[in-house]
């Protein structure tokens, strides 16, 4: 698998049956990809076709990292799309795959009914609380846990470009990577969105950005790294105690998880 060649995630990728996504080619203007979730439908841009011909996928070998970042971050809705219509029970998802999910509708619950958003995504420092509408707190969830996942591959690709190397084979890697994870935490890095459901207020705008206080908690990001990413357990809690990563960034929810 080419994936596997590049060092790139393939953990949760087969989980989705091969038939589940249907792939289209369009010449974007205002996203580089969308994802509609009731037709299993992923739009990408022209560019990431063979030859940009708009026919096939090109291969990931000749993908830039950003590139990947956003097929990434499609597919991943994907797979969010299809546990949630398997109810995350099924032969290709697995024990693991219904635990994220599990996990997925408490944060929904606990952290992503209010959120604070940024009215104008320009002036970070302006900021105003909204309570989400069950759609709302499920789009807000997905495209921040998206931004995460599209995110640690592209960083994972940066810092192996220069040895080739897995960063989860290689301890120095690894540390570059956790540098990166803990700046982006710092910078506000890890922020969704979602499409507000009032149509009054879709007249003023067509989505609304989640304010750094309102980004992925480390909880969120460990449980993405093991669940979607593959990282082994140990190597998750090593991040957390040896890059102060732990410690919530921003506040955790005060909603207590079952497994906690």
């Known amino acids: 698998m080419e994936a596997q ?6 953990k949760f990728l087969t989980a989705i049956p091969p038939d589940f996504v249907r792939f289209e080619f369009d010449d974007l203007r205002t996203y580089a990809a969308e994802y509609h979730p009731g037709e299993h439908r992923l739009v990408l841009n022209r560019a990431l076709s063979f030859n940009a011909a708009g026919g096939t996928l090109k291969p990931l070998a000749r993908m830039t990292h950003k590139e990947l970042d956003v097929l990434y971050h499609e597919l991943f809705h994907a797979y969010m799309d299809y546990l949630e219509l398997a109810g995350g029970q099924s032969p290709h998802a697995g024990l693991e795959s219904r635990r994220l999910m599990e996990f997925a509708r408490t944060q929904q619950s606990c952290r992503y009914s209010e959120v604070t958003i940024t009215p104008v995504v320009q002036r970070k420092e302006e900021t105003e ?6 759609r709302e707190s499920w789009e807000a969830l997905n495209e921040t846990w998206a931004v995460f996942i599209g995110w640690a591959v592209w ?15 290689h301890r120095d890697q690894m540390d570059r990577w956790a540098h990166r994870l803990n700046q982006a935490f710092q910078n506000g890095n890890f922020r969704g969105y ?20 309102s980004q992925l908690s480390w909880r969120e990001a460990s449980e993405l790294m093991i669940q979607v990413l593959g990282f082994p357990e140990k190597v998750t809690a090593g991040l957390g105690k040896h890059h102060g990563l732990a410690r919530p960034i921003p506040q955790e929810s005060s909603c207590r998880l079952s497994r906690e």
């Open 155 to 169: 960083n994972q690709l940066e810092v192996e470009q220069s040895s080739g190397r897995s960063i989860l084979q």
């Open 5 to 10: 060649r590049l060092h790139l995630p393939t």
């Open 194 to 213: 979602y499409v507000p459901e009032d149509p009054d207020e879709r007249r003023t705008t067509q989505k609304r950005v989640l304010a750094k206080q």
């Open 129 to 134: 609380s909204r309570y989400l509408t069950e």
